[in-house]
């Protein structure tokens, strides 16, 4: 076999990141259901949030390969295109539910919303409305941090891409910043619940998940003739990464977990993601991810994301505030997949074709249109 040519830095549509997209959500849903002692809903975000480092990266790679340059106006124009119509959709969903629960509307919910600084508002502000009333707002504080890293990123792509070792380097460094800060803000600040959940939301310290994934893109293009996939695919370094996850999960120490645990998800993360998705070794995990049904709770995990918390906030105000009752997830699943089906049906994919202008590759082939690595 061969090393198929520049194939972890093309456009090619590769099912198995829906698949660990599916994954991600999977996790995410389950645990607001009610089964986060089980299932760690926190790692399914820190896998969203390294997915999507690696895709954006892989795209501005490929784009710079091909145009000696980052088109900045499309690349915005882009995210705007992607993100806003299901936002403004789940955000008239949220006033209406407000109204409907005999709530105000509140300027700074919606505001701190739609512009993207939901996390800090959630840390810092003082709401003007009660908990149950701005609720429904707070899922977004995951989408917040990623706005934040790519109002940062695009731009340091651009500055240092040329110099990719030196480029990889500095991002290296700001991994080991964030987990420094973490350390010294737990250190400083103690451990309340205040502090926990700062350092859980907020983008300063949250960071790295997304630049493990932009680092591993980098990688990944640095070593073209599959050094680096046929390290992380060899049978050990795969089973230390999967081990470290496991570790990660069930190390229940305070401290660790708002300080280290972060980081070592991140590592693991960077061996275990891209050899599932291009070492044949592991062609048999690669194809369960992209099962047809899981490929399509990837496809449209944007908009279950959002609204699979308000099915949450309507089945505990109208059902009951205990989760994983079957009453109450019949009527959150019922109202949250409504919801992701319209707002992926009517608004999302209505936009498909406006992003394709500015440079998508949203209608590209669903096949996996690359060859393993060598394993000889």
Not at 131 to 156: D, G, Q, R, T
Not at 353 to 371: A, I, Q, Y
Request: proline share 3%.
């Amino acid at each position: 076999m061969q090393q198929s040519i520049n194939q972890q830095t093309n456009t090619n549509y590769i099912p198995g990141l829906d698949g660990f997209r599916g994954v991600a959500i999977l996790l995410v849903v389950f645990s607001h259901y009610g089964y986060g002692h089980i299932l760690p809903g926190g790692f399914g975000v820190t896998l969203f949030f390294f997915i999507s480092g690696l895709l954006i990266t892989r795209l501005m790679i490929a784009e710079y390969i091909k145009k000696q340059r980052i088109d900045m106006k499309s690349f915005y124009a882009r995210r705007l295109l992607r993100l806003y119509p299901a936002l403004l959709f789940m955000v008239v969903i949220s006033i209406l539910f407000t109204l409907l629960i005999g709530c105000d509307v509140s300027q700074n919910e919606i505001l701190s919303t739609v512009f993207y600084y939901r996390n800090y508002y959630m840390i810092y502000a003082t709401p003007d409305v009660s908990a149950m009333c701005s609720k429904v707002y707070n899922i977004v504080w995951s989408l917040a941090v990623e706005e934040h890293f790519y109002i940062v990123f695009p731009i340091l792509f651009i500055a240092l891409f040329r110099w990719n070792n030196t480029f990889i380097a500095l991002l290296l460094v700001a991994v080991v910043s964030a987990m420094c800060w973490r350390w010294h803000i737990a250190s400083t600040q103690g451990l309340s619940y205040a502090v926990t959940d700062r350092i859980y939301r907020a983008t300063d310290t949250r960071f790295d998940a997304i630049l493990f994934g932009c680092i591993t893109s980098l990688i990944l293009y640095r070593t073209p003739k599959g050094t680096y996939i046929r390290f992380a695919g060899h049978w050990a370094t795969y089973l230390v990464a999967a081990l470290l996850i496991l570790f990660t999960l069930v190390y229940r120490d305070l401290f660790f977990r708002e300080t280290v645990r972060y980081t070592m998800q991140g590592i693991a993360l960077s061996v275990l993601v891209p050899a599932t998705l291009y070492h044949p070794r592991y062609n048999w995990l690669l194809s369960r991810l992209s099962a047809p049904w899981l490929i399509q709770v990837g496809k449209v995990s944007y908009s279950l994301y959002m609204f699979h918390w308000v099915g949450v906030c309507f089945a505990e105000h109208y059902v009951t505030p205990f989760r994983a009752t079957l009453p109450w997830m019949a009527v959150a699943a019922t109202v949250g997949t409504v919801l992701t089906l319209i707002s992926y049906l009517y608004v999302e994919k209505p936009t498909m074709k406006l992003r394709k202008r500015f440079g998508s590759n949203v209608d590209v082939t669903e096949k996996m249109n690359v060859k393993p690595v060598a394993t000889h």
